[in-house]
C-alpha cells in the first residue's frame, strides 16, 4: 500500500500551499489518512490525520488553526491545505495509511514525499 503525494513547492512566509494524496490500486475511502513531515536533521512527525469518514480529524498543536485536513472519496484522493506557512515548516511531507483509525500506527510504506520550501 502506497500512497502518492504532490502539490509541494516553494512558497513565502505567510504563504499557502495544498497538498495532495492520491492512492493507486485501491480505494482510500476505508481508511484513515494521516499527513506527516520531516525536516532536514529531525525526525518524521505527525501533523494531521483524517478518519475513513471524514468526520474527524486531528492536528499537531503547531499547525492548528492553519492547517486543514480534508477528503474527497469520490476523487480517492486526501488533501492538506497548509496556510501561513513558517520558515521552520520547511519538511518532506508524506501521507499514509493510519492502521485502525487516527489512533493507529502507519501502515504500509512511505512514499516519496513532496517536498515544502518555506523562504523568501
Known amino acids: 500500500v502506497q500512497l502518492v503525494e504532490s502539490g509541494g513547492g516553494l512558497v513565502q512566509p505567510g504563504g499557502s500551499l495544498r497538498l495532495s494524496c492520491a492512492a493507486s490500486g485501491f480505494t482510500l475511502r476505508a481508511y484513515a489518512i494521516g499527513w506527516f513531515r520531516q525536516a532536514p536533521g529531525k525526525e518524521r512527525e505527525g501533523v494531521s490525520c483524517i478518519s475513513s469518514s471524514g468526520g474527524s480529524t486531528n492536528y499537531a498543536d503547531s499547525v492548528k488553526g492553519r492547517f486543514t485536513i480534508s477528503r474527497d472519496n469520490a476523487k480517492n484522493t486526501v488533501y492538506l491545505q497548509m496556510n501561513s506557512l513558517k520558515p521552520e515548516e520547511t519538511a518532506v511531507y508524506y501521507c499514509?495509511?493510519?492502521?485502525?483509525?487516527?489512533?493507529?500506527?502507519?501502515?504500509?510504506?512511505w512514499g516519496q514525499g513532496t517536498q515544502v520550501t518555506v523562504s523568501s
Open positions: 499514509i495509511v493510519r492502521g485502525g483509525g487516527c489512533s493507529g500506527q502507519p501502515f504500509g510504506s
